[in-house]
């Protein structure tokens, strides 16, 4: 079985670190709020998953956060530390330079080339760069789910790997 990767959008990190405003996102019968996201973090934790914070994510969510009505110092600590970790690759962040590729020359030639059409379809270009993110490590051959509330993302989710089984001689 392959490692599983979790990659996190802006609006379930929002949820995670409670920056006001910013209760609960998706759809109704798809709601993440904190209670939800923790529990699902915890148990992903207990099962050696590994997170990854793009760069699309921490830009949005501190954006979030200096425009919260309160509490910005809190969060923006708050967010801070999970930068330093993953910066750093402290489990069970995955460290920033495991994106760089996707920053170069070529990779944003490609991104310009793609984002038009799929910025036709309502996806950002921030949510762009999230699914490009899901889609490197899902090349790399990781079992990958995008955290998100918003179903446009969603559906760009990398396809799971298959397990195939060994035949037993």
């Known amino acids: 079985m392959s490692k599983r990767i979790l990659i996190m959008d802006t609006s379930v990190l929002c949820r995670w670190l409670q920056v006001p405003g910013k209760a609960e996102a998706g759809p109704a019968a ?3 709020n904190h209670e939800r996201i923790s529990k699902l973090i915890a148990l992903e934790l207990e099962s050696k998953s590994t997170l990854v914070l793009p760069l699309a994510t921490l830009i949005e969510t501190g954006n979030h ?3 919260a009505p309160a509490e910005r110092f809190e969060c923006a600590t708050a967010l801070a530390g999970y930068l330093r970790e993953a910066a750093s690759a ?3 962040w995955v460290a920033f330079t495991e994106q760089t590729v996707l920053w170069q020359s070529e990779n944003l030639h490609a991104l310009a080339d793609a984002w038009p059409k799929l910025a036709a379809e309502k996806l950002t270009i921030g949510d762009t760069t999230i699914k490009d993110v899901a889609e490197y490590y899902a090349k790399a051959g990781y079992s990958v789910e995008i ?3 918003d179903a446009g993302l969603k559906a760009h989710e990398p396809a799971q790997p298959v397990n ?5 001689r």
């Open 30 to 32: 798809d709601r993440w």
């Open 164 to 168: 195939v089984p060994r035949r037993r």
């Open 65 to 67: 956060i200096a425009q």
């Open 147 to 149: 955290l998100t509330g």
């Open 90 to 92: 402290t489990s069970p």
